[in-house]
């Protein structure tokens, strides 16, 4: 065998997937289709650690929430990747949604969660003078990660640990073999190469499915579906009225967790994303202005002092969805394929949100599905 273990996919969860990988095993290659890594969904979200607050319980992504919450908290720390703990308010704005946010706080209790805090009306004054609320809770455990540096800190460990990346190679077939699977790998100039593994890691974000297919595992329960979110930025210096996440109570369903506050470690301010899946899966990344309003209105409920002309166009992203719109909502899929025939061969598909929280307990998740 060329390699012992391949991984699809230099995204967050790829790369740190790999970084875990190389700590143990010799010959680890990361194939990545883009120049370089951390070129799609992982450059294109809100960059929160979340506390784990709303997941299901007993769900994949509840447990590594909460446990890759707390691993990421103290990598940056060990290795100056920038971060802040900066918690997040949930808002209710009217009577109606009080009682939301006790059902918010019990069901994260539930999960583990036992840090959250209800505040009345002064006390969410002291902590964000600029916000209209009537009830709020306060979670202490949320924060923001600069995720490129966090990208760029598992590149530099895992090639540290002999790990062989290749950029710029798309693999466009996988094949059984006795003891392993053939890859076949198309480069930039168009070069075909082929390669052998004993074990092959599909993290291929939106097209994970596509790859899964690629090694003859096709599953119409596992079809992703392109679901793009907006962001319009809240222009400076307004920027400076915010110190922390403001999240209204969540919609129905969860598709989306609402169109909500975050703000960056460079100090800017981000509104939104929306939820829209695209009628076709296609990697569509404009932000349409004429939603400004829309934006608009669902913040102008907390955020008083907004004037329409403070919010620009800022960026959007695409989640992995496998599940259809308004069906509920699916949880992580990361399985070792033995079951289906596939001895080896680990899928990851639907690593949306919490993805990036969860990197290094998936990470540590998908170790353990390992046997060599
Ligand atoms: C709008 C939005 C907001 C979000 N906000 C948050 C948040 O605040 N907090 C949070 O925890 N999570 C958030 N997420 C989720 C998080 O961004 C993702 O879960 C995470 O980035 C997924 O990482 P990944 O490595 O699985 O996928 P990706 O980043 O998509 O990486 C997959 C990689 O695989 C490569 N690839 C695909 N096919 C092939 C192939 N055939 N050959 C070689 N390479 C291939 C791609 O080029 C890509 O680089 C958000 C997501 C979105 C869309």
Known sequence: MDAQITIIGAGVVGLAIAERASEEFKDVFLIEKNPTFGQETSSRNSEV?????????????????????????????????????????????????????DGIKKTAINNGVDDLVILNKSQIADLEPSVYALQAIYSPSTGIVDSHSLMKRFETNLINNGCQIVYGSEVTGINRISDGYEITLLDSDKNIYKFTSRVVINSAGLTSDLVSEMAGLSDGTLKIMFCKGEYFRLNPPRNKLINRLIYPVPVHN?????????????????????????ESNIYDYKVTPSKQEAFFKSVRKFLPFLEFDDLSPEMAGIRPKIQKPGEPVRDFYIKEESERGKPGFVNLIGIESPGLTSSLSIANYVRNLIRI
């Open 49 to 101: 650690i979340h506390a784990g607050i709303y997941y299901p319980k007993g769900s994949l992504k509840s447990k590594l929430c909460l446990e890759g919450k707390n691993l990421l908290y103290d990598y940056c720390r060990k290795y100056d990747v920038p971060f802040k703990n900066c918690g997040k308010l949930i808002v209710a704005t009217s009577p109606d949604e009080i009682p939301i946010l």
């Open 254 to 278: 969860l598709e989306g967790i609402g169109i909500h506050i975050t703000i960056e470690m460079s100090g800017g301010v981000k509104l939104g994303p929306d939820v829209t899946y695209l």
